[in-house]
């Protein structure tokens, strides 16, 4: 007995199949040879895929200063109020006046009382302060100029304003004149307030006036 050959079917679709075929190597050949146009829609899509949103950077707020010592302590005052800073080789005396004027500078043609700023915030501190001092910080504000004595600068400082705490008033008798203190317990002088003080006035005339002379030190 001999079987009959199976004829192909009539219903089979070889179009269909050979179409299907041709696409499914197309794309295997897109792969791996991608075209210019499909190289830019991947990167897209993987661009947006695992894109993460910039993080904005936030300047933080600074105080700009200029940070000094007298002996131990610590102080600072904003650079927009200081002038210059200069040596102290040398300055004349002051008599007759209270001991924290150290005595008088001159810088170019304007004289400027130095001062020793610790007795005036009410800061402890040792005598013979005007004998370790080697710089004074010049400050001016309007009509009044003042030396700041300093025994050590430390340059222009940057302090980040959340780093400074506020100062209290029952801190010390002076602090009215202290804006804040910042890092290391540096005390930020307010000039303003500084030059207010009524302490600095001397037989009711204030000694921080500035004055000229006629020629530069």
Known sequence: MHDDPIAPSSSFDWDAAYARLAKAAARIAEIDNPSA???EKLFRER????????VPSV????????????????????ATDCAVVIPLDEMARLP??????????THRGAVFPVIDIRPLLGVRHRHGTEETSQYAILVTLGEYAIGLAASEIHGMTKIPIEQIAASSP????????????????????????????????VDD?????????????
């Open 96 to 105: 007759g006046v209270p001991s924290f004027y150290l005595g008088l500078v």
């Open 47 to 54: 661009a947006a895929k695992y894109a993460v949103p910039p």
């Open 37 to 39: 146009p499909g190289l």
């Open 205 to 217: 005339m204030p000694v921080i006036s500035s004055g000229h002379e006629g020629g530069s030190k």
């Open 170 to 201: 029952e801190t010390g008798s002076g602090f009215h004149a202290v804006s804040g203190i910042g890092p290391n317990s540096t005390l930020i002088i307010d000039i303003d307030s500084l030059l207010r003080d009524a302490r600095l006035i």
């Open 59 to 78: 300047e933080p707020d600074y105080m700009e200063t200029i940070a000094f010592t007298v002996d131990e302590n610590r102080f600072a005052v904003q």
